[in-house]
């Protein structure tokens, strides 16, 4: 009776080391695949930010949403955008620097009212810092 018992425990303490053992594996695999993902993450970033096309795309919605009312409040008495549904407000971008930390999107997608009450189109930009998603700066001409 002493040796069934004893031969239990046993297979009980062999099969608890395997079971930890494989778990304790599968953690360590999980913990390798997420730091690969996220310097596989890291790395397209900065490959991305080195280029115009990848960064200025990537941050086109957000500079259009914080850029607009800045643009609007340009206008000395009323405006009206002029763009088409789905159309791009700012349908071009550039680096505003050579260290290419902020982007200047541009366009001419608006009319400010003079006073006078004639519309005419302008042509406005604005200096995005994608870092902080702020407006620093724009103009309209």
Not at 49 to 78: N, Q, R, V
Not at 87 to 106: A, M, V
Request: with cysteine; net charge positive.
């Amino acid at each position: 009776m002493k040796t069934k018992t004893k031969t239990k425990n046993t297979i009980f303490y062999v099969f608890s080391c395997i079971l930890l053992l494989v778990v304790i594996g599968s953690l360590m695999e999980e913990k390798k695949e997420k730091k690969e993902k996220k310097e596989n993450i890291t790395q397209e970033k900065e490959k991305c930010k080195s280029d115009l096309k990848c960064w200025g795309e990537k941050y086109a919605s957000t500079a259009t949403f914080e850029c607009m009312p800045h643009i609007e409040k340009l206008a000395k008495y009323d405006y009206k955008w002029t763009d088409k549904f789905l159309e791009l407000k700012f349908d071009r971008f550039r680096w505003e620097n050579l260290d290419k930390n902020n982007i200047i999107y541009s366009g001419n997608k608006i009319k400010f009212q003079n006073g006078f009450g004639a519309w005419q189109h302008m042509n406005y930009a604005c200096i995005f810092d994608p870092k902080n998603n702020l407006c620093i700066g724009c103009l309209a001409q």
